[in-house]
């Protein structure tokens, strides 16, 4: 059955960076494009961007340009996502999503806490 | 960007009783070359990752109980929860994935 297993919670400081992984299994990681989705406290859920792991072509929300960026090693069907200049607003949960059109199998979610 | 507009915010249902959720789209998410409403929605617990339910605004996931319904086309959509269980409570969302960036509605609570 499709997985996908993310890292563990993380906390940094304001101004770090954080870098998150989710590794899939049970179908072809190539074939389908890998997006990320933050839930803020009190707050919806927000797409964050995307990735295509055949190709390494990124779209990334207009809110993160600039501080996130999304690879992957196909050699172990995972993908990353790195965000920078953490703010106390970037605490939140980060999904990641296998998108096939829309968001069937989610990731169970890596809580990124950004504290003094 | 679609902007997704759900109503209303919360509600309270009495169990056993019927709970409507709307959802309305900025422009039409009805794809021609799939014909199909590209409109899902999402049940989301405190602690877990959103749950698939609906997809082409009125398809229900495989396992999802038949008491959740969806319905509605072009820019208009609603989640109907036909008798009300008390491991429904949750937070609904309903979602474009007509285009890029996928967009949310801002979810609606459903309690008791």
């Known amino acids: 059955q499709v997985q996908l297993v993310q890292s563990g919670a993380e906390v940094r400081k304001p101004g770090a960076s954080v870098k998150v992984s989710c590794k899939t299994s049970?179908?072809?990681?190539?074939?389908?494009?890998l997006h990320w989705v933050r839930q803020a406290p009190g707050q919806g859920l927000q797409y964050v961007g995307h990735?295509?792991?055949?190709?390494?072509?990124?779209h990334y929300a207009e809110k993160f340009q600039g501080r996130v960026t999304m690879t992957t090693d196909t050699s172990i069907s995972t993908a990353y996502m790195d965000l920078t200049s953490l703010t106390y607003d970037d605490t939140a949960v980060f999904y990641c999503?296998?998108?096939?059109?829309?968001?069937?199998?989610w990731g169970q979610g890596t809580q990124v806490t950004v504290s003094s | 960007d679609i902007v997704m507009t759900q109503s209303p915010d919360s509600l309270a249902v009495s169990l056993g009783a019927r709970a409507t959720i709307n959802c309305k789209s900025s422009q039409s998410v009805f794809l021609s070359s799939t014909n199909k409403n590209h409109l899902a929605w999402y049940q989301v617990k405190p602690g877990q990752p959103p749950k698939l339910l609906i997809y082409g605004a009125s398809t229900r996931v495989s396992g999802v109980p038949d008491r959740f319904s969806g319905s509605g086309s072009g820019t208009d959509f609603s989640l109907t929860i036909s008798s009300l269980q008390a491991e429904d409570v949750s937070l609904y969302y309903c979602q474009q994935y007509y285009n890029i960036p996928r967009t949310f509605g801002q979810g609606t609570k459903v309690e008791i």
């Open positions: 990735i295509y792991p055949k190709t390494g072509d990124t």
């Open positions: 049970g179908y072809t990681f190539t074939d389908n494009f």
């Open positions: 999503v296998r998108e096939t059109w829309y968001y069937a199998h």
